[in-house]
């Protein structure tokens, strides 16, 4: 399955040029164009769905989230660590509708829980209904 408008699946396709740095019959991982961290790669499916919950196959999960490990060793991630994020939907700010998850390395990164999370975070009255 492919989408013609969506940009990874061109990608993916071979379509449009990128910065390979992992491909096989399954996924293709690149280099992010607008990267946060000395290392961010992106890894995808070269099949099209939105997003995680797109009723992605458990095989298509396995194959993007087994490159995981074949991309970290060939960015020099493997000793000092990584992390992954995979954004799903308008919410997680994703700005690409095709699964994809980030490699991000090559420097310290806070935890989550010490990152400014700004107002969207300070909702637990609303969440739990105080």
């Keep these: 399955m ?7 699946c061109k990608i993916g396709a071979g379509e449009i040029p990128t910065s390979k740095v ?3 019959e399954n996924v293709i991982a690149f280099d992010d164009m607008e990267p946060l961290m000395p290392v961010h790669t992106l890894i995808i499916p070269k099949e099209h769905y939105a997003n995680v919950g ?17 991309v970290a060793e060939i960015k020099g ?8 994020l995979v954004n799903t939907g308008e919410d997680a700010s994703q700005s690409v509708k095709h699964l994809h998850v980030h ?14 999370w700004g107002t969207a975070a300070t909702n637990a009255d609303q969440i739990h209904g105080e």
Excluded: S, W
Aim: hydrophobic share 25%; aromatic share 8%; net charge negative.
């Design 54 to 70: 797109d009723n992605v196959p458990e095989e298509t999960l396995g194959h993007v989230f087994g490159a995981v490990r074949k």
């Design 103 to 116: 490699l991000l390395g090559g420097g310290h990164m806070p935890r989550p829980n010490d990152q400014d």
């Design 22 to 24: 992992y491909e096989d």
């Design 2 to 8: 492919k989408d013609e408008n969506c940009i990874f």
């Design 77 to 84: 991630l493997t000793e000092r660590g990584y992390r992954l």
